[in-house]
């Protein structure tokens, strides 16, 4: 049975965000990864350890528990900068997936219609 005017619909649209995932994961990438460098070199005791350890050497600052944040701090802000990449990742791997099945979809219609034409 060939798809409905709904399905038809549907179909389309998907297929409409699986084409502009690329670009828009990409951006979504790009800004990772330019907040990351910002925050490298603006901000450096937020993302970058040997800043910090730095700061402890000179005594910048002060006392036990900046000490502990300040150590850890850095590690975090990586980490959850790293979580938030592979996270844009496995969104590229599921609209690759979301492209392969609008196509087996697609040509599945077009032989089933095919063969509604030669019947």
């Not at 060939?2 to 502009?20: G, H, M």
């Not at 700061?55 to 959850?80: F, H």
């Not at 979580?83 to 196509?103: D, G």
């Not at 032989?111 to 034409?117: K, L, P, Q, S």
Request: charged residues 15%.
């Amino acid at each position: 049975m060939p798809l409905t005017d709904q399905e038809r619909v549907f179909v389309e649209r998907r297929a409409r965000l699986v084409r502009s995932w690329p670009v828009v994961g990409t951006v979504c990438l790009g800004i990772v990864l330019v907040l990351a460098g910002w925050l490298w070199f603006t901000r450096p005791w937020l993302v970058n350890p040997w800043a910090v350890y730095s700061g402890l050497e000179a005594g910048s600052i002060p006392g036990p528990t900046i000490l502990v944040m300040a150590t850890m701090l850095p590690v975090v802000v990586l980490a959850s900068l790293f979580v938030l990449v592979v996270c844009l990742f496995y969104c590229f791997a599921a609209f690759s997936n979301e492209r392969k099945h609008l196509e087996i979809i697609r040509r599945l219609n077009a032989a089933f219609e095919a063969h509604d034409d030669d019947a």
